[in-house]
């Protein structure tokens, strides 16, 4: 008997370090170390050392984009997934980018269910800063790709309803860590309590109100900030 297999479509993909890519990368990776699943990767991305990354059941094509332009990709891996579609019959479309999944409509047209990983919502996320007409012309989008998708993924109900699609069809995972990673660590030796730090700092993620709470409160005295 065949082993079932899930397609992946990440444009970005390891070793890319944002968020989309390493969520990506760890499902495909465990998927197959935990299931009856083989994973099938479609992605941008160079990986230079596949040794990095290989894993029994983990299967990598990459389609290299010359425009550096998403949508672009997305319609040259047309062929590929058409393709493809013969061995999976589930499809797992990782953004942003957002592009990719207007192809949505061609994978339930080929007979696959589709999940959609959002993580963060696309058109109401309150970080960027868009127009009214370019905000609505993304909620459209939005919308538009989400109808075909048998199930949607982000990271919290606060995203959820940020996202405009069918609340019935949410799924919240949260962002986590490879566990294989984390337990290779040696704990960092400190007569301190520590608070560890691993986000963004910018404007829109500013810390400044924690860092004023810890120096005025004694409570927080004797502890250590450590950024990630």
């Not at 891996?77 to 579609?85: E, Q, S």
């Not at 609340?167 to 919240?172: A, L, M, R």
């Not at 984390?182 to 520590?194: A, D, R």
Request: glycine share 4%; proline share 6%; net charge positive.
């Amino acid at each position: 008997m065949n082993q079932k297999k899930v397609l992946f479509i990440a444009y970005n993909y390891f070793p890319f370090k944002e968020v989309g890519a390493t969520r990506v990368n760890y499902w495909s990776k465990e998927l197959p170390l935990n299931s009856n699943f083989k994973s099938f990767v479609l992605t941008s991305t160079k990986i230079n050392h596949m040794a990095d990354i290989s894993v029994d059941g983990l299967e990598i094509k990459r389609i290299p984009t010359f425009t550096k332009n998403p949508f672009v990709w997305s319609l040259k891996i047309i062929p590929a997934i058409f393709n493809l579609t013969r061995k999976c019959r589930i499809a797992v479309i990782s953004g942003g980018p957002f592009s990719p999944f207007f192809l949505s409509y061609l994978l339930r047209f080929l007979g696959c269910k589709v999940i959609l990983d959002f993580r963060d919502p696309y058109a109401n996320n309150p970080l960027h800063k868009v127009n009214i007409i370019k905000r609505y012309l993304k909620l459209f989008f939005e919308a538009l790709v989400c109808l075909p998708a048998n199930k949607i993924i982000t990271v919290n109900p606060y995203c959820q309803e940020l996202i405009a699609a069918n609340k019935k069809k949410f799924t919240i995972i949260d962002n986590g860590f490879d566990e294989k990673t984390v337990n290779s660590l040696t704990p960092h030796k400190t007569s301190l309590n520590t608070i560890g730090y691993a986000g963004k700092i910018n404007p829109s993620r500013n810390i400044n109100a924690f860092l004023a709470t810890m120096v005025k409160s004694h409570v927080y005295m004797n502890f250590k900030l450590i950024y990630i």
